[in-house]
């Protein structure tokens, strides 16, 4: 379910630019070589290097908490019925180096204890229940598109490709949609992605100057799970489709299920565990239980970006559409469609078969006409067939997505937000997750191989503090990462919308 659009969409609008008319293809653009920058990769690393204390729960497809299995719950817990929904956990985040490849190409490895749960006298023991280790190389290599991370510490990770599948590529089925939800991090599926976003977290106590000597004070990790589904398509059905029982279907990306990791850093944690004398785990709220979005409150409100950088394939800017090299009349001769040549969703077919050919001669024949209407069908299909096997050969040949741009933080301010979440619904089949710690996730997708997977968080260093949200997304385009954004965005005060409502008025009015 889909709101209606309140706003033009800002989401990856880039005006690409050119020295000479007609010059606008990729080459025309410089990548910008020098990403990251020594620093910046400097104060990544140091922002989460060391040791943390957190807490995990693991949700499902709509957002609901998948319980931890009755194996880690103690026996004490299992007499009275009482299920546990999160784990405590032990990081320790290194600098990972064993690409061999020099510091350059580093990463970070978090390797995450999971905690067995306690009760009565056993609190305290902190026996571990097991070892995760998948997150490993996390913003690691040596392609620039391994680097989407900020410099305070924020990171969005997930693959530059995936393959597009083939028919016959077997695919998750909606019955096994609800054994897989629950599956681990460290199950290998070829249906499935994996993603890990990570919002750091500064209060106002912290001292952005000193962010090279000190780690930053906390950080949600989000590890999600995106698997590729097979959904039946609830377009315009003809009525010769139903008489023949055809099933038209699609394969397109779904959540599977993301777990939610809150962190504190252990050095940070130390003050305040003696302040308030507390056990280090009691410092902060479990993702299972933590504040959520209520319903429509993600609509609400306009919102700006105020900080923020974009990252762009020049393979995806060498697909931005050319301006004026045709007129709109020969844009639109040249995609009208007769009926000796039928196309389909930009797939061409044979000109003609042996039916629509007895059709033409009897066109009042109704078992001719269905015959033809078949006919058209197969044609079309076969033709997309060949037109994805070709294109899939062409992506198989060709080497991961190279070349950057980074559009700075100042080139995304705009007057409208550039969040997608607000323009959905939650709840049913919708694409939108609303989830603990204010935060959300989206996944739209168009079809297997072209989709955008949007996370984002309310945050709000104090009560006196303003409200702000952060955003992060990655677009893929036929398998292949195109773009990537991280944005702050505040939202306005009634003053603010009536003044920038005026001056709208008044640029529309100087035409």
């Known amino acids: 379910r889909r709101r209606r659009r309140r706003r033009s969409n800002a989401n990856i609008s880039i005006i690409v630019t050119s020295s000479s008319k007609g010059d606008r293809n990729a080459n025309a653009i410089r990548p910008d070589t020098d990403w990251p920058p020594n620093d910046v990769s400097s104060d990544f690393r140091k922002a989460h290097v060391g040791s943390w204390t957190g807490k995990s729960a693991t949700f499902d497809s709509k957002g609901n908490v998948i319980p931890i299995h009755e194996k880690f719950v103690p026996e004490a817990f ?36 999971y905690l067995y749960p306690e009760a009565g006298c056993e609190y305290g023991k902190e026996d571990v229940a097991f070892v995760d280790q998948t997150s490993k190389g996390v913003c690691g290599g040596n392609s620039q598109l391994r680097k989407m991370f900020l410099v305070d510490g924020s990171y969005c990770e997930g693959p530059t490709t995936f393959d597009t599948a083939k ?67 609830d377009g315009d ?3 010769e489709m139903l008489e023949k029982k055809i099933v038209v279907s699609n394969r397109k990306w779904v959540l599977r299920n993301v777990e939610l990791i809150e962190e504190r850093n252990d050095a940070a944690l130390t003050s305040t565990v003696r302040a308030s004398k507390n056990d280090a785990r009691e410092a902060f709220e479990s993702p299972a239980t933590a504040v959520r979005i209520e319903g429509d409150d993600i609509g609400v409100g306009e919102w700006r970006p105020e900080s923020g950088v974009t990252f762009v394939t020049l393979e995806a800017l060498a697909e931005v559409p050319e301006d004026d090299e045709k007129s709109d009349d020969a844009n639109e001769e040249e995609t009208t469609v007769d009926e000796h040549n039928i196309k389909e969703d930009g797939v061409a077919t044979e000109k003609e078969g042996p039916a629509m050919r007895a059709w033409r001669q009897k066109p009042g024949d109704e078992a001719l006409r269905l015959a033809m209407v078949a006919e058209k069908e197969e044609m ?132």
């Open 78 to 113: 299992k007499e009275f019925g009482v299920s546990i929904d999160d784990f405590d956990v032990k990081i320790v985040t290194s600098v990972d180096v064993s690409s061999g490849k020099g510091i350059d190409a580093a990463g970070l490895t978090h390797t995450t204890s």
């Open 237 to 239: 059905v003809s009525t």
């Open 380 to 511: 079309t299909e076969r033709a997309r067939k060949d037109v994805n096997k070709s294109f899939n050969d062409d992506i198989s040949n060709r080497k991961g997505p190279e070349g950057l741009v980074v559009v700075p933080w100042w080139a995304v301010k705009s007057d409208s937000s550039w969040a997608s979440a607000p323009d959905y619904a939650a709840g049913g089949s919708s694409p939108l997750v609303l989830l603990p710690k204010r935060s959300w996730i989206l996944i739209v997708s168009a079809n297997e191989d072209e989709f955008i997977i949007e996370m984002g968080m309310y945050t709000q260093d104090s009560v006196k503090s303003e409200l702000r949200r952060k955003v992060m997304a990655r677009r893929y385009k036929h398998g292949r990462l195109a773009s990537c954004y991280f944005v702050t965005e505040r939202q306005l005060s009634r003053e603010e919308v009536e003044e920038e409502e005026r001056r709208i008025d008044e640029e529309i009015g100087a035409f």
């Open 167 to 233: 028919d016959g590529a077997s695919t998750t089925s909606g019955k096994d949609r609800k054994n897989s939800e629950s599956r681990s991090n460290n199950e290998d599926d070829e249906n499935c992605l994996r993603f890990e976003f990570c919002f750091t977290r500064e209060d106002e106590s912290f001292d952005v100057s000193d962010r090279r000597q000190n780690p930053s004070p906390g950080r949600l990790r989000a590890r999600v799970q995106v698997e590729r589904v097979l959904v039946q398509n």
